[in-house]
Structures are given as structure tokens and as C-alpha cells.
């Protein structure tokens, strides 16, 4: 890049930093197709790529305040952009382990599974009911914890909150979700 090119960019970025959209368009124009080829290296399936790509801009935006202007943009775009490759591809991981397990399930089936699945989606019921009277922010982390199998670190950078409030929510979730499966408890003891 030219220095002419550097100045132009670190005019741009103050611009962005000063809430200007047409700035970030012209940014966002100008890195758009190195970003997501960057991406498509490691993420193959389009639609994923494409979202990551739109990811990576959105926090230019949203983080725009803290970019230095006087430094280059490309390193950052690249930075943030391999951060979401990394989780993109630790989360299918964790995907295909449990799709993994289900498929193995399915296998061993038996006679009982019918019993077992009736018995399986009531208690999914009940959770979803029980989630309904949660706060919305709470019964989003509960789900991203553990129907996600999302870290207390991954969900504090998604929704842009502090992981002791992540971990409080998850308490404050799981203490009331056992207060409303107190008789299901008892009953799975039984047996």
C-alpha cells in the first residue's frame, strides 16, 4: 500500500470513528473480496463463508472506536477474521461430536426407544415452557451454554456482555429450571 493509500485509509477510519457510513462503505468495499477469500480458505461451505465475511464487518463497525486510526486496517480485518474462523470451525466441531453421538444412538436403539423418545420430547417441552419464563437475555445463554455447548467466553463476546454476567445468568437460569423440574427430578430418582 502507498502512503497516499495509508493516509487515505487512516482518514477513512477516523471518519468511521466519527460514525460516518459512507466512509465504512468505501472500507468496506475496498477489503471486501480479500476478507472473504481469506475465509473461504478455511471455510468451504458458501453460505458460512459469506456470514463470517458480513461478521467481520459488522465488528469493524461496532468496534469502531477501538481501531486506531493511525495503524493499518488489514491486520485487524485479518485478526478478527481468522478469531471467527477459529469459533465458526470449534463450533461444527462440537456440532458433528453430538450428531456423531445421536447417529450411534440410533443404532443401539431398542424396543425402548419409542418410550424413551416420548419420555425425551415431554421434558424437551417442559424445558422450552420453563424457558419461556425466563428473561429473554437469561434463556439465551441458557440455550447457547448448554443446548449450544457455547464456552461462558464465547457467549460474553456475542452478545458483548462480561463473563461474570454470563455466569450469573446461567445460575440464576439453572436454580430456577430446577425449581420447576423439582417433580421430575423425583420421579427420574425413582427409577
Known amino acids: 500500500m502507498s502512503d497516499n493509500q495509508t493516509y487515505d485509509e487512516n482518514r ?8 460516518d457510513e459512507q466512509a465504512y462503505t468505501v472500507l468496506y468495499h475496498r ?3 480479500a476478507i472473504f477469500y481469506f475465509i473461504r480458505k478455511y471455510i468451504f461451505i458458501l453460505q458460512d463463508a459469506e456470514d463470517l465475511t458480513s461478521s467481520v464487518f459488522q465488528k469493524l463497525w461496532l468496534q469502531k472506536n477501538s481501531i486506531d486510526p493511525q495503524k493499518p486496517l488489514r491486520p485487524w ?3 478478527v477474521a481468522r478469531n471467527l474462523c477459529l469459533n465458526h470451525l470449534k463450533l461444527s466441531q462440537r456440532r458433528t461430536a453430538r450428531e456423531a453421538e445421536a447417529l450411534r444412538l440410533l443404532h443401539a436403539g431398542g424396543e425402548n426407544d419409542f418410550a424413551a423418545h416420548e419420555f425425551m420430547e415431554e421434558l424437551m417441552r417442559e424445558i422450552e415452557t420453563a424457558l419461556k419464563r425466563l428473561s429473554p437475555q437469561t434463556a439465551n445463554i441458557f440455550s447457547m451454554a448448554f443446548l449450544e455447548g457455547r464456552s461462558n467466553q464465547e457467549i ?36
Do not use: P
Not at 12 to 19: M, Q, V
Open 156 to 191: 460474553a463476546a456475542l452478545l458483548n456482555i462480561n463473563e461474570h454476567t454470563v455466569r450469573n445468568q446461567k445460575s440464576q437460569a439453572l436454580k430456577q429450571l430446577r425449581l420447576s423440574f423439582r417433580s421430575w427430578i423425583m420421579f427420574c430418582q425413582l427409577f
Open 31 to 33: 477489503h471486501l473480496d
Open 77 to 79: 480485518l485479518y485478526t
Open 12 to 19: 477513512l477510519l477516523r471518519r468511521i470513528i466519527d460514525g
